[in-house]
């Protein structure tokens, strides 16, 4: 835990040692003593050398749900990413195309299911993972208007795409359904299990 950081301060205080950064707490102290008094909340802010240090992303998905099954097919994806000055356009759009491939894989079927504590996904058999069989439409659109702190004005894109990959998968089952799950992954048996409950209020 940094010493002086608003969570070490919250905890010193609540273990009435003082907020003084030479209190060096261990998680394990703050989790036995601050924690049984109620949830430990802090807050903090980052802020980049200027606007244009930090890539974002923004995606649009459109799906297919059969309301039998619960089976949920990912179509198309429109992935925007602002990404500075594209330097390689056919390895920064693989990249996007294999950021959308892991995180469709997270989203809808990769499960480490457990049973009394063992974990049951052993294999690959039951461990689904997606292939280009399931590779939906996908557009990929890069915002190369704001340069980077690059020599040539890019920016470093190698994770950004996939942060929004289960948050627009799971507003088009939204959309197409009506129900909102947000525990991942959206198997067919949740989703299932979801028309269920919504067809029967």
Known sequence: MNRG????????????????????????????????????????????????????????????????????????????????????????????????????GFTLWEDLAKRGGQLCSSALADYHQPTSLDLPKMDVVFLESAPGPTPFGGKGIGEVPITPVA????????DATGVRITDLPLTPEKVWRALQKKANK
């Open 167 to 174: 948050a627009a998968i799971a507003n088009a089952l939204e």
């Open 5 to 104: 950081s608003p969570l070490h301060q919250a905890a010193a205080h609540a273990l009435e040692r003082g907020s003084h950064p030479e209190h060096l707490l261990t998680l394990r102290e703050v989790a036995a003593k601050t924690c049984k008094r109620g949830p430990l909340i802090t807050h903090g802010s980052f802020e980049g050398r200027s606007k244009d240090t930090v890539a974002f992303a923004a995606q649009l998905a459109e799906v297919k749900v059969d309301k039998e099954t619960g089976a949920v097919q990912v179509t198309r994806l429109v992935a925007v990413t602002d990404s500075g000055r594209i330097i390689n356009p056919a390895a920064a759009e693989g990249q996007v195309e294999g950021c959308v491939m892991q995180g469709i």
